[in-house]
């Protein structure tokens, strides 16, 4: 199991940046993916992007705009968001997707309010 604790939310204007932070209980390492989704309201949760320890991907809403990292040394996964827009207002979510014998199991935090607006 791995506990994910994530910060970094709050008021954006748009163009403006947010980071956001996720930090895992349990060596990343030991993960087999990371990842940010965000679900705004009376919408599905969608994929922000995700982290393997030899890739990334992103969804084309993002490109360009977001980066997400990892920093093995402290567990942690960030999320880099840039040229903010208001459509980018929703709850983001870190996720870990372990790799278990049936297939994966999904772990996720508490999510995080990212409201972008003038």
């Known amino acids: 199991q791995v506990q994910l604790v994530e910060s970094g939310g709050g008021l954006g204007q748009p163009g403006g940046s947010l980071r956001l932070a996720c930090v895992a209980s349990?060596?990343?390492?030991?993960?087999?993916?990371m990842g940010w989704y965000r679900q705004a309201p009376g919408k599905q949760r969608e994929l922000v992007a995700q982290?393997?320890?030899?890739?990334?991907n992103a969804a084309d809403s993002v490109k360009g705009r977001f980066t997400i990292s990892r920093d093995n040394a402290k567990n942690a996964v960030y999320l880099q968001m840039n040229s903010l827009k208001p459509e980018d207002t929703a709850v983001y979510y870190c996720?870990?997707?372990?790799?278990?014998?049936?297939?994966?199991?999904?772990?996720w935090g508490q999510g995080t309010q990212v409201t972008v607006s003038s």
């Open positions: 349990r060596s990343i390492c030991t993960i087999y993916a």
């Open positions: 982290i393997t320890s030899d890739k990334t």
């Open positions: 996720n870990a997707r372990l790799l278990v014998a049936a297939g994966t199991n999904d772990y």
